[in-house]
């Protein structure tokens, strides 16, 4: 006893969507998702239940290594539940991983890019901000004078690596303290779960740096850039063609089906995202449905490699930072796939 004991972080969203968790200690070792017993927390301290009935569940339903503890520690990311087996709000992975179920031989990849901000959490201001400079030297920038946060960035670059999550790269962004990291390709349900993942450890670690990691997707008003979730994706039949027609076929289709679903996706795609989505910054419209070829102020854009290649992955440029990535693949899987 002691020698094998695991330490289990629980890990949810609150009733604003922000990272609740605690920790558990488990007698022996424990690695499988299927080991792992529910547990449940106050809700009406997180508001998401009332006071005389404030039990909520905790359902696991992915484990990860846990890089900030190490050893045998692990990270639990889990859905809340109600006792008459209901699920929160703002619980939507079961609802997504359904829509995936459905058609498992479409073999659909995503790849996230998250963009934010880092903020100092005195001032308010993102780092490196100064009202009397432009944009223009901050995007993949290099030096002091340049880019700003990057120890934090790299240490949530390795912590992703080491806890197992598809980390696929990160680069300053273009406005000062603004950062983005990529999450894939995954393959359906596990976008989410290691977005999400990801969004946590980097919560985590901005504690010691007394940085507040912001998500919204509009945080400066003015002449800056905002935060996206850009959405890549593809399917099979879209990298590799079938029936004799090429990836671009299907891609083509797809955007196609998405055209007609403008807005039901948009309500999908994170809150504040109209305040992003001006036609400005390296945006389109909010209401308006575009496509393009390497366009970056399109809705969708498809890019070079793609057409050439006439097969590949197309970029949905919608998505706003602070999406639910379960929405936003499932949304993705259910129009092009799923629906007529
Ligand atoms: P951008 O040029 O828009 O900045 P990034 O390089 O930041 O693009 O992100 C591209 C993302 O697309 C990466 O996460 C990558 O893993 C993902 N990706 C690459 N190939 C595919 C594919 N076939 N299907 C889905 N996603 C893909
Ligand atoms: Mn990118
Ligand atoms: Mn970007
Ligand atoms: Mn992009």
Not at 9 to 17: H, P, S
Not at 171 to 188: K, L, M, T
Not at 239 to 254: H, T, V
Not at 283 to 298: L, Q
Request: proline fraction near 4%; glycine fraction near 10%.
């Amino acid at each position: 006893m002691g020698y094998f004991n695991t330490v289990a972080e629980y890990i949810w969203l609150g009733g604003k969507d922000e990272f609740r968790s605690k920790t558990r200690v488990f007698e022996g070792e424990i690695q499988l998702l299927e080991q792992l017993p529910k547990w449940n927390y106050d809700g009406s301290s997180t508001d998401q239940a009332r006071g005389t009935d404030s039990e909520v569940i905790l359902v696991p339903r992915q484990v990860f290594p846990d890089p900030i503890r190490g050893g045998n520690s692990i990270l639990v990311w889990c859905e809340t539940m109600r006792p008459d087996e209901s699920y929160l709000h703002n619980s939507h992975r079961h609802w997504a991983n359904d829509i995936f179920e459905q058609n498992k031989d479409a073999e659909p990849w995503f790849g996230l890019e998250q963009e934010y901000f880092m903020i100092y959490s005195h001032s308010k201001k993102p780092l490196g901000y100064d009202e009397k400079k432009k944009q223009g030297q901050f995007y993949c920038s290099v030096g002091t004078e340049n880019a700003f946060g990057r120890a934090l960035a790299e240490e949530h670059l390795q912590a992703c690596i080491s806890a197992g999550i598809k980390i696929s790269g990160i680069n300053a962004e273009v406005a000062p303290g603004q950062w983005e990291f990529q999450i894939g390709p995954c393959v359906g349900i596990e976008e989410g779960d290691h977005l999400w993942m990801a969004r946590y450890l980097l919560v985590r670690l901005s504690e010691k740096y007394n940085i507040t990691i912001d998500f919204e997707p509009k945080p400066l008003e003015g002449d800056w850039n905002g935060s996206g979730c850009h959405a890549n994706y593809s399917t099979r039949e879209m990298r590799e063609g079938s029936d004799g027609k090429p990836g671009l076929y299907f891609i083509d289709n797809a955007i196609e089906k998405l055209s007609h679903r403008h807005m039901a996706h948009m309500k999908m795609y994170g809150t504040g995202n109209e305040k992003r989505m001006t036609g400005k910054h390296e945006t389109a419209s909010y209401d308006k449905f575009s496509d393009g070829v390497a366009n970056r102020g399109a809705s969708i854009r498809r890019g070079n490699d793609t057409v050439k290649n006439g097969k590949g992955y197309f970029e949905d440029r919608r998505p706003s930072s602070n999406c639910d990535p379960y929405l936003v693949t499932a949304m993705l899987f259910k129009t092009t796939i799923l629906d007529d």
